[in-house]
């Protein structure tokens, strides 16, 4: 079942993220799909404030991980653009990071769909340009009961 | 294995052994007294073996560990020497990819345990500053540095050889990855860095004014995310007009709006730190107009200007066997439990 | 023959030195995966132990895989490392094969459960006739039920250990149809010596391989894999 909330720009979508990451629980997988620019960082930006790190949330487009460990729980924050092959995952550690005490946010997600958890939040986010530049769609689907 | 040592008369040399396998490339570097370089093998440029005794063109992959051994024989062997010639040996222990980094990591600790070799560890950051000593044998600290690569865009004041000290980091972005996400929207492909630096030169760099960020929290902050954005807000709105793009212009525009903003930056810490000297290091460093604007910059200014040649401003052992040089002059050793820190910080030890 | 060998594809991280038909040194620990800051100190301390002079060792054994895709890099790069510095040979040892050595001796179904997540098992099936161990099945990556059905279709009774026991403990009691039981905490966990000793087989058998060509062998097949065989097999070039 598809949740919808309309964003009006990156400080709404920080605000859902960051309220999402309060109730958040251990072990959450989150799969974030969406076109270049569309928010899927700042996404990230707003739950890691939801779990309370103050380190500086920096894109891991490089260097596919990042892991953050001053709040309540780990965040595992993975970019999975450069991501050729699925095979590649086996250099990342991601089994651990997925099947761990924290949470794991996967960006552009769908280059390893397979690898995900049956159990896995999934959260698209689109623009929609006749609404303006600003405003995207997030459209959240919890999967594996 | 390596064959060849030494002769006596030689040994009072230093002889590092450089291991880096943090991202994407496995690579290893014979360097004498921290700045010649006696070997220097970048894995993706090597042809490989296959299973079945053909050699192919290697192709950038991440299978570091079937590489690993083969970069470091090849390394000893152009040297001409062997392990027992080597004082120490440096890995990268971060940060990075902690796959990558265990790699070198166990790897390194493997070799050194059974020939006796010391170890040391060196931040991967830190390595890229050293490139620069060893292109440039005069450089000594302090001197201010800005190192821009695919996943690190830092600006920092090297006081000494191993003290470091950040005045600004990148809020969202890498320099780097700007430039390759660009360089897919506007259909120019991988990699973003060269292929922007190489299509900007027919285009106009004032054709679109794309936004100069600035982080006013932190003065020397980047942050390159909305630039990004702005690139691609151009792009879908002349869709929707239907009125076509340049792509020469959107790729010199928007180069000149990373290098501004590079440059500001770094003009900044220069008259702060009222420094004599500047140097570049990172992937983005081979950018023939941040190098020039910064070089400009530089001489409006009175200040040596050093860079990196550019085989020496991608990831490379070379740099981290140089890094590792100055390490294990200031008495520092890694012991068998050093571990891969996938987010080490610039300056920890 | 003189082996040095090491396991570190699960949460255990084990090492031991093994001469002729003598174990003369193991050191194992079943506590937290920091295998990357543990083994090499490990290995160097029953080195030195031992006193071993590390050029007399034959070969360095590896539990080659499958298992945990960090703890077998971790184990297989460091061996690399020592074999590469002693001009010394690998010998690649199956860790599910290592896991079944445990129980030497035994003539019923050996069956090793490593936890592969997702339900699923590193597992084979494994007897002993006289000293020999005898592959039935050979180690696999599978969903549970497909070893279940495999055990059941052999109808012999079996002996279940490995770190997938405890995660699999009710599944295999709703529907394991033979009789069972679990090996106990002495021989049911990853063990260097049992590394060491396949190994000493495999060299003598010529089967060792030169320290850059050694790899980890991770057994998962993925879904794109499977699929990018398929085209490969029915289209000339991708």
């Not at chain 3, 396991?7 to 002729?20: K, N, Q, R």
Request: include cysteine; glycine fraction near 10%; aromatic fraction near 6%.
């Amino acid at each position: 079942m598809e949740q919808i909330f309309e964003s009006g720009g990156d400080r709404d979508t920080f605000e859902y993220a960051r309220l999402m990451a309060e109730k958040a629980e251990p072990g959450t997988v989150i799969a974030l799909t969406g076109d270049l620019g569309t928010g899927k960082t700042v996404f990230t930006k707003g739950f890691a404030a939801g779990l309370g790190i103050t380190e500086p949330v920096s894109s891991p487009t490089f260097t596919i991980l990042q892991q953050y460990d001053g709040g309540r729980m780990p965040l595992y924050h993975f970019d999975v653009y450069r991501i050729g092959d699925v095979e590649e995952m086996e250099e990342t550690g991601y089994e651990d990071c997925f099947y761990g005490d924290g949470v794991t946010i996967v960006e552009w997600a769908g280059q390893i769909d397979e690898l995900l958890p049956e159990k896995t939040v999934r959260i698209r986010i689109e623009k929609d340009l006749e609404r303006g530049t600003d405003y995207r769609r997030i459209i959240r689907e919890d999967t594996g009961g | 294995m390596a064959v060849g040592t030494m002769k006596e008369t030689e040994k009072k040399d230093i002889l590092i052994l450089g291991i880096e396998s943090s991202c994407d490339e496995t690579a290893a570097s014979v360097v004498r007294n921290g700045r010649e370089v006696l070997s220097n093998v970048i894995s993706s440029q090597i042809a490989t073996h296959t299973v079945y005794g053909g050699v192919v063109p290697e192709i950038a992959s991440r299978k570091h560990i079937e590489k690993i051994n083969q970069v470091v024989r090849e390394a000893l062997k152009e040297a001409s020497i062997g392990l027992k010639d080597l004082s120490a040996i440096g890995v990268t222990y971060g940060p990075g990819l902690v796959g990558p980094l265990l790699v070198g990591v166990s790897f390194a600790k493997g070799l050194s345990f059974a020939s006796s070799v010391p170890l040391v560890g060196v931040h991967h950051i830190e390595g890229h500053i050293a490139a620069n000593y060893i292109e440039n044998k005069e450089l000594e600290p302090p001197f201010p540095c800005l190192i821009v690569s695919g996943g690190h865009t830092h600006l920092v004041n090297v006081k000494d050889y191993g003290d470091f000290e950040i005045l600004g980091r990148t809020m969202d972005d890498a320099a780097g990855e700007a430039f390759d996400k660009v360089a897919r929207a506007i259909g120019l492909g991988y990699p973003g860095g060269p292929k922007i630096d190489a299509a900007a030169k027919a285009g106009d760099p004032e054709a679109i004014r794309f936004p100069r960020a600035k982080v006013t929290e932190h003065e020397y902050d980047f942050s390159f995310s909305g630039l990004k954005s702005a690139v691609l807000n151009y792009l879908n709105s002349c869709e929707m007009k239907n009125e076509t793009w340049v792509q020469a212009d959107v790729a010199a525009s928007f180069q000149a709006a990373v290098v501004d903003v590079l440059v500001e930056n770094s003009e900044k810490a220069i008259l702060s730190l009222k420094a004599k000297r500047f140097a570049i290091a990172g992937g983005v460093a081979s950018n023939s107009a941040l190098r020039e604007a910064i070089e400009a910059k530089c001489r409006a200014h009175g200040v040596e200007f050093y860079r990196p040649s550019p085989v020496l401003c991608t990831d490379n052992g070379a740099m981290i066997a140089s890094a590792a040089y100055y390490e294990y002059r200031n008495g520092i050793r890694a012991g068998l439990d050093l571990n891969a820190v996938p987010n080490l910080k610039l300056g920890e030890r | 023959m003189k082996i040095l060998a090491v396991d570190s594809s699960g949460l255990v991280a084990s090492c031991a030195i093994a001469e002729d038909g003598v174990l003369c040194a193991e050191y194992t620990v079943s506590h937290k995966k920091t295998h990357s800051q543990t083994l090499m100190p490990m290995i160097a301390e029953i080195c030195r132990m031992t006193e071993l002079q590390m050029d007399t060792i034959d070969a360095i054994a590896v539990a080659g895989g499958p298992g945990s895709f960090t703890g077998l890099r971790i184990g297989s790069a460091a061996v690399k490392g020592m074999a590469e510095a002693l001009g010394k040979p690998v010998v690649s040892v199956p860790t599910v094969d290592a896991l079944a050595m445990n129980l030497f001796g035994c003539h019923d179904l050996i069956v090793p459960l490593m936890d592969a997540r997702r339900n699923e098992t590193y597992s084979g099936i494994y007897t002993f006739e006289g000293e020999e161990l005898r592959v039935l099945k050979e180690q696999s990556a599978v969903p549970l039920e497909i070893m279940i059905a495999a055990v059941n279709e052999m109808d012999k009774p079996a002996v279940f250990l490995g770190d997938g026991v405890p995660v699999f403990k009710k599944q295999l009691s709703e529907q394991v149809k033979v009789p069972f039981i679990f090996a106990p905490a002495s021989c049911n966990r990853q063990r260097a010596a049992c590394v060491a000793v396949l190994a000493m087989k495999y060299f003598a058998g010529g089967k060792a391989e030169d320290a850059a060509e050694h790899a980890p062998e991770y057994l998962r097949v993925s879904q794109a894999e499977r699929e990018k065989q398929m085209k490969c097999s029915g289209t000339a070039g991708v």
